[in-house]
């Protein structure tokens, strides 16, 4: 499978405990985006790397939220101290660097919070 | 400010053709998307469009694009209920990477 990989599918956890996800991107692509989406609405953009620049956060990444992407290959989403409004679906996405290269998705990890 | 709106639920019989429509309010976008999203799943990349061209052509699948009206539509041909699925339509604003989506259409498919 040489897509856009997400570990893991879904997460129930107790409020208040700490959480971290992993996405591993299609291989040659050096640009990786997290976004969260909701019952009902359209994914909201969270934040992108470049190789391992993050480059772009949004103003939805709180500080109990964190990203990473060490080696420029797979990236982490953190979640610390989680709170009810944090129960959505992470989607990772990845793509080639350039204006034309479309975004392709994961199959997200569900998160539930207790 | 960003904004793509779409209408929530569609239905049609199997065999028709299907229209989703989308506006799209930022007027600097250059790429315009459509992806598919069934139950439990990621987002799935059916296509997209250049901001300069007005109509995309991908085997059963047609886009058109009013870029004066900002407005996008996605044209379904002989829908199966295969097809059955919540539809996105996205903007991406010029200058940034991000994918701006509306709320996405729920295409129902009955025989």
């Known amino acids: 499978d040489t897509g856009v990989s997400q570990n893991p599918r879904h997460k129930i956890t107790k409020r208040g405990q700490n959480v971290t996800f992993r996405c591993d991107p299609i291989?040659?692509?050096?640009?990786l985006y997290w976004y969260r989406q909701t019952l009902g609405q359209g994914p909201e953009f969270l934040t992108y790397?470049?190789?391992?620049?993050?480059?772009?956060k949004s103003r939805l990444l709180s500080d109990r939220f964190s990203a990473e992407r060490p080696k420029g290959s797979f990236s982490t989403l953190e979640i610390q101290r989680t709170e009810q409004g944090d129960s959505a679906m992470y989607l990772c996405?990845?793509?080639?660097?350039?204006?034309?290269?479309?975004?392709?998705f994961g199959d997200g990890t569900r998160l539930s919070i207790l | 400010g960003e904004d793509v709106e779409q209408s929530l639920f569609l239905s049609v019989r199997e065999g028709d053709s299907s229209v989703i429509n989308c506006t799209y309010t930022d007027s600097s976008s250059t790429y315009l998307y459509w992806y598919k999203q069934e139950p439990g799943a990621g987002l799935q990349l059916l296509t997209y469009?250049?901001?300069?061209?007005d109509m995309k052509q991908d085997q059963r699948l047609t886009v058109l694009l009013n870029k004066k009206d900002k407005h996008l539509s996605l044209r379904i041909a002989d829908t199966q209920t295969g097809d059955s699925a919540i539809y996105f339509c996205a903007e991406r604003p010029g200058g940034y990477n991000k994918l701006i989506f509306g709320a996405g259409t729920r295409l129902a498919v009955h025989p």
């Open positions: 790397f470049q190789n391992e620049a993050q480059l772009e």
């Open positions: 469009i250049f901001s300069n061209m």
């Open positions: 996405a990845s793509s080639l660097e350039g204006q034309n290269q479309p975004q392709h």
């Open positions: 291989s040659e692509h050096n640009r």
